[in-house]
């Protein structure tokens, strides 16, 4: 099976992000309004949003840079495929102005944004990130009042293009092999997960806060979750380029778009990276499930199919097509910021 992989350095509010309908999944996550880390970014693409700050006006700064986030929703919505899938990263912000302390929910904004372009809102998950900071609160003292909750959460938002995807009788196949374990249907598809650790420590901190990278496991866990192998993946601030690497080990093709060439060489080493973690991850899945296996077997509670491909029990009959599909090569593309990957099961 062959993938490919490009990237291209634009503007994402200003262009078609791919063509459209071409697109199963989106996988972002953008900026994140009102933390002062991106206030430049959002600045420069909203003097409103720059004026408002400067004058302390949290509530009209925080409208004016969704208002830009708005316009890249509405490509990404122009650019899946009926049926199709977007999941956002992101996290709410606190923040002090003129004196006053308060939460600004971008979740919930950008969840008001999907639900008019006409998207379909689904539940959404709790990505906990515990910080091992001693002092679990914001704010002073032990007096009542004085304190407040201190947010070590962010979310993944899902939605979806129109009504639940019908799948062509060729697709229908591809599906079947595209499966997932039970064991792990239950753990990814929870509404809370906390098994998701921060992001590589080879990124330098100017990298990780021009880009908000997010772990590669959390990308690609979405990958698996809702498209299918050899479909195309779109991010639309690919930042260091973890989804990319990410649709790379899962066996999807993808779409990256940037607005800062300086991250180029980020996203060449996140590729870099992607067939060893893909074989990795696929080597790592099949060893859980074998010793899921084997501690049920040890509870008398048998299993009732087999997946020939893995030679393997399986708890439900939609898992014995399953296919576990590593990356085996990613070649670049001559000068061009495009890649090709070739899959095989391992």
Same mark, same amino acid.
């Given at each position: 099976?062959q993938?490919?992989?490009?990237?291209?350095?634009?503007?994402?509010?200003k262009q078609?992000?791919?063509?459209?309908?071409?697109?199963?999944?989106?996988?972002?996550s953008?900026?994140?309004?009102?933390?002062?880390?991106?206030?430049?970014a959002?600045?420069?693409?909203?003097p409103?949003?720059?004026?408002?700050?400067?004058?302390g006006?949290?509530?009209?700064?925080?409208?004016?840079?969704?208002?830009? +986030?708005?316009?890249?929703?509405?490509?990404?919505?122009?650019?899946?495929?009926?049926?199709?899938?977007?999941?956002?990263?992101?996290?709410?912000?606190t923040?002090? +102005?003129?004196?006053?302390?308060?939460?600004?929910?971008?979740?919930?904004?950008?969840?008001?944004? +999907?639900?008019?372009?006409?998207l379909?809102?689904?539940?959404?998950?709790?990505w906990r990130?515990?910080?091992?900071?001693?002092?679990k609160?914001?704010?002073?003292?032990m007096?009542?009042?004085?304190?407040?909750?201190?947010?070590? &959460?962010?979310?993944?938002?899902?939605a979806?293009?129109?009504?639940?995807?019908?799948?062509?009788?060729?697709?229908?196949?591809?599906?079947?092999?595209?499966?997932?374990?039970w064991?792990e249907?239950?753990?990814?598809?929870?509404?809370?997960?906390?098994?998701?650790?921060?992001?590589?420590?080879s990124?330098?901190?100017?990298?990780?806060?021009?880009?908000?990278?997010?772990p590669?496991?959390?990308?690609?866990?979405?990958?698996?979750m809702?498209?299918?192998?050899?479909?195309?993946?779109?991010?639309?601030?690919?930042?260091?380029?973890?989804?990319?690497?990410?649709?790379?080990?899962?066996?999807?093709?993808?779409?990256?778009?940037?607005?800062?060439?300086?991250?180029?060489d !980020?996203?060449? !080493?996140? +590729?870099?990276?992607?067939?060893?973690?893909g074989?990795?991850?696929i080597?790592?899945?099949?060893?859980?499930?074998?010793?899921?296996?084997?501690?049920?077997?040890?509870?008398?509670?048998?299993?009732?199919? &087999?997946?020939?491909?893995h030679?393997?029990?399986?708890?439900?009959?939609?898992?014995?097509?399953?296919?576990?599909? !590593?990356?085996?090569s990613?070649?670049?593309t001559?000068?061009?910021?495009?890649? &090709?990957?070739? &899959?095989?099961?391992?």
């Amino acid at each position: 099976m062959q993938t490919t992989h490009s990237l291209h350095f634009a503007d994402a509010r200003k262009q078609p992000l791919a063509p459209p309908e071409s697109v199963a999944l989106v996988v972002t996550s953008p900026p994140y309004p009102m933390i002062a880390m991106w206030d430049a970014a959002f600045g420069a693409m909203s003097p409103t949003a720059k004026r408002a700050l400067r004058q302390g006006d949290g509530a009209r700064a925080f409208e004016a840079m969704h208002r830009q +986030l708005d316009r890249v929703w509405r490509g990404c919505f122009e650019a899946l495929i009926p049926g199709g899938f977007l999941c956002i990263n992101i996290g709410d912000a606190t923040r002090t +102005l003129s004196g006053q302390f308060a939460l600004y929910a971008n979740h919930a904004r950008i969840s008001a944004a +999907l639900t008019a372009l006409g998207l379909t809102t689904l539940p959404d998950i709790l990505w906990r990130k515990p910080t091992n900071a001693p002092n679990k609160f914001m704010g002073s003292g032990m007096l009542p009042g004085g304190a407040y909750v201190t947010y070590e &959460h962010e979310y993944i938002l899902i939605a979806r293009k129109g009504g639940r995807r019908v799948f062509s009788t060729a697709a229908r196949q591809t599906r079947r092999e595209s499966a997932y374990f039970w064991e792990e249907r239950n753990r990814w598809f929870s509404d809370l997960w906390t098994d998701l650790r921060g992001v590589n420590q080879s990124l330098s901190r100017a990298e990780r806060e021009r880009s908000g990278a997010f772990p590669l496991t959390l990308p690609h866990r979405l990958i698996c979750m809702y498209s299918l192998y050899g479909e195309t993946v779109l991010d639309p601030f690919v930042g260091t380029g973890t989804t990319l690497a990410a649709a790379v080990a899962a066996g999807r093709s993808s779409i990256g778009v940037e607005r800062d060439p300086s991250l180029a060489d !980020a996203v060449e !080493a996140s +590729l870099a990276n992607a067939v060893g973690i893909g074989q990795a991850k696929i080597a790592a899945r099949l060893a859980a499930h074998r010793t899921f296996v084997s501690a049920r077997i040890a509870r008398g509670k048998a299993l009732a199919h &087999h997946n020939e491909t893995h030679n393997v029990a399986v708890v439900t009959a939609q898992e014995k097509q399953l296919q576990l599909r !590593a990356p085996v090569s990613l070649t670049r593309t001559g000068k061009a910021l495009r890649w &090709h990957a070739a &899959h095989a099961v391992i």
